[in-house]
């Protein structure tokens, strides 16, 4: 239904603690590649009415949220605000375009904190405002960026966010001696990288675990039954991938990168339209995306056990004394910077300074 | 005051329960070389009059910490039943010989789990049987024996409870490329790798991380200051130490232990009287004691940093494939098996199966 939106006046007071609820809501929403994104309906009094966030990929986004709460809960949203801590979207993604989706909701104001960084001039602040609604942008921005400083970051250097897997020993050996590596961790860590397998856009490796492991890289269940969602499954070196190797597959999600550079194969990713990505090793990769500053999320498996030789999980960083030593720091999002998964231990980590 | 001790009938169900309260409290006393011991004290008609522990090494023994606390409050154990986790001890320690002090008390029986391991013969309740007491042992015995599983075997084995200090990155490194390790964990953790210092009886080290890091070994206070009980500082190795070398200090309390075989090392120190030694390494040494399954404990500081090449805080255990990885288990005891140093994590863990 279309209803005749109608200017507003501003609530400061209200919007003030509305976009402040919306920070809040954001932070429910799932660490990634996808942005936190919350929305705060109020009433013409100023009065909250719903509060919506973005649970991820594919799934709707903050305002669709709030929206489609109002209407399940049947409350009339009409000649209302929302508050929400991103410029509305005015592109058909996924999940269809928000700015659209509040002038036909019939709300009279939106109050935004920060632009859609992809492309100024295509945001839905335009088309918001010759819809003829009251748009104001600006409110707690510094907060917003914060909430979304890697995310943003990825859109404006044209690359997916990288997660960085590791699984270890307490030594920091990703494999024995003889090259065996499998399983180092449990289960349960096992069926926890499946859980990100099946919400993330791609899985790198080097073409040098593909020789040694011939990996499947599919997200699966538990059961070992294929996830819903399976990531892009991408290689990246010179060397020819075998014609045999198992994670060619037959769903046509598999791709080659033939560079060594980290840089040129995340270029390669974002074009194709991966926005999040998981480096799973070795440990050659695994160092050139360290060396280069180029991981944004560390998960860490740590296994109770000691090896006292084989694979170190990494290499080739180029410090040559302590005081050059990479610093990181705990992530607390997202399931906590440390946690017992079975007899492992899950360390979540992020650059202590911004990924260059 | 001694009093004329009387025989008195057993009262089961009480006892029973009173040895699961000392077993219970036993558990408050630190890990570590020393027993953990609970004693509860009944009067004659069963009834709980005082519960103790032991609190570490030249404190008061359970049994004397129950009986302090009974003084204290001025509640007369004349005529009761004393319960203890351990055959109270004959000998003129530290803390005087819990039999005599049973003994004085005017206690009617005594009821404890295991013997004392040290010698039967020279045990306390012989010289308690021998004042008329009624003595019986045995009652829950499995579960005493296994509260002091480690404690037992140091004794049997004639050498000492060995803890091993680790600090490393988060890539299980323990020094640059350069040699540079000071400091890879931050003040707090040195700070409590210092409080242990301060409870044990020695520090061991190998004569290579003398020549390199000169260390002092000494147990100071956060302001820098000499903590009160001074650990032996040991080295051990084949090569002289240098005259000038810090942890010789001047106060006698070092030890060059020349061997470079970890069981005639704790053998050394053994004798000397020390029980509970913390090996704080280099890696040769800490691979050493590690393959030779001499480690009873493992306290691991972990930096959140990398560094990607440089020292591997393990190395030599002479595992090819990683089926023959060393597997360790959480060990959740005094302080908890994960905790937050500052910006370090601490991990604490035991041999998963009993070491060698």
């Given at each position: 239904?279309?209803?005749?939106?109608?200017?507003?006046?501003?609530?400061?007071?209200?919007?003030?603690?509305?976009?402040?609820?919306?920070?809040?809501?954001?932070?429910?929403?799932?660490?990634?590649?996808?942005?936190?994104?919350?929305?705060?309906?109020?009433d013409a009094e100023g009065?909250?009415?719903?509060?919506?966030?973005?649970?991820?990929?594919?799934?709707?986004?903050?305002?669709?949220?709030?929206?489609?709460?109002?209407?399940?809960?049947?409350?009339?949203?009409?000649?209302?605000?929302?508050?929400?801590?991103?410029?509305?979207?005015?592109?058909?993604?996924?999940?269809?375009?928000?700015?659209?989706?509040?002038?036909?909701?019939?709300?009279?104001?939106?109050?935004?904190?920060?632009?859609?960084?992809?492309?100024?001039?295509?945001?839905?602040?335009?088309?918001?405002?010759?819809?003829?609604?009251?748009?104001?942008?600006?409110?707690?921005?510094?907060?917003?960026?914060?909430?979304?400083?890697?995310?943003?970051?990825?859109?404006?250097?044209?690359?997916?966010?990288?997660?960085?897997?590791?699984?270890?020993?307490?030594?920091?050996?990703?494999?024995?001696?003889?090259?065996?590596?499998?399983?180092?961790?449990?289960?349960?860590?096992?069926?926890?990288?499946?859980?990100?397998?099946?919400?993330?856009?791609?899985?790198?490796?080097?073409?040098?675990?593909?020789?040694?492991?011939?990996?499947?890289?599919?997200?699966?269940?538990?059961?070992?039954?294929?996830?819903?969602?399976?990531?892009?499954?991408?290689?990246?070196?010179?060397?020819?991938?075998?014609?045999?190797?198992?994670?060619?597959?037959?769903?046509?999600?598999?791709?080659?990168?033939?560079?060594?550079?980290?840089?040129?194969?995340?270029?390669?990713?974002?074009e194709s339209g991966v926005?999040?990505?998981?480096?799973?090793?070795?440990?050659?990769?695994?160092?050139?995306?360290?060396?280069?500053?180029?991981?944004?999320?560390?998960?860490?498996?740590?296994?109770?056990?000691?090896?006292?030789?084989?694979?170190?999980?990494?290499?080739?960083?180029?410090?040559?004394?302590?005081?050059?030593?990479?610093?990181?720091?705990?992530?607390?999002?997202?399931?906590?910077?440390?946690?017992?998964?079975?007899?492992?231990?899950?360390?979540?980590?992020?650059?202590?300074?911004?990924?260059?």
């Amino acid at each position: 239904m279309i209803t005749s939106p109608q200017h507003r006046a501003a609530l400061p007071a209200a919007e003030d603690t509305a976009m402040r609820e919306a920070l809040a809501a954001a932070l429910h929403g799932p660490r990634g590649a996808n942005p936190l994104v919350g929305a705060v309906i109020l009433d013409a009094e100023g009065r909250v009415l719903v509060t919506g966030h973005h649970r991820g990929a594919g799934t709707r986004h903050a305002e669709a949220d709030a929206l489609a709460q109002a209407r399940e809960q049947g409350i009339d949203v009409t000649g209302g605000t929302i508050v929400v801590t991103l410029e509305p979207c005015n592109h058909q993604g996924r999940t269809g375009p928000c700015a659209q989706a509040i002038i036909d909701a019939g709300l009279a104001r939106v109050v935004y904190a920060i632009d859609d960084p992809h492309d100024p001039a295509a945001g839905g602040a335009t088309t918001l405002r010759e819809a003829g609604i009251d748009v104001e942008s600006g409110l707690h921005a510094e907060d917003a960026t914060a909430l979304n400083a890697r995310w943003l970051r990825g859109v404006v250097e044209r690359r997916p966010f990288v997660t960085l897997h590791i699984a270890q020993t307490l030594d920091g050996r990703i494999a024995a001696e003889d090259g065996t590596s499998q399983w180092i961790s449990g289960p349960q860590s096992l069926a926890h990288n499946h859980g990100i397998r099946g919400r993330i856009d791609a899985i790198l490796v080097g073409s040098g675990t593909v020789a040694i492991d011939d990996p499947r890289l599919t997200a699966r269940t538990p059961d070992g039954e294929l996830s819903a969602h399976q990531p892009v499954r991408a290689v990246m070196g010179l060397s020819p991938v075998p014609d045999g190797a198992a994670l060619i597959g037959t769903d046509g999600r598999f791709m080659h990168l033939v560079t060594r550079d980290p840089r040129e194969a995340l270029g390669l990713l974002f074009e194709s339209g991966v926005r999040h990505v998981m480096v799973e090793g070795g440990s050659r990769i695994i160092g050139a995306f360290l060396a280069a500053g180029l991981v944004d999320e560390l998960v860490l498996y740590q296994a109770p056990t000691l090896l006292g030789s084989g694979k170190n999980s990494v290499g080739g960083l180029g410090i040559g004394t302590l005081a050059d030593a990479q610093a990181w720091a705990w992530d607390h999002s997202d399931g906590g910077a440390v946690r017992h998964l079975g007899r492992d231990l899950l360390l979540h980590l992020q650059p202590a300074a911004p990924a260059q």
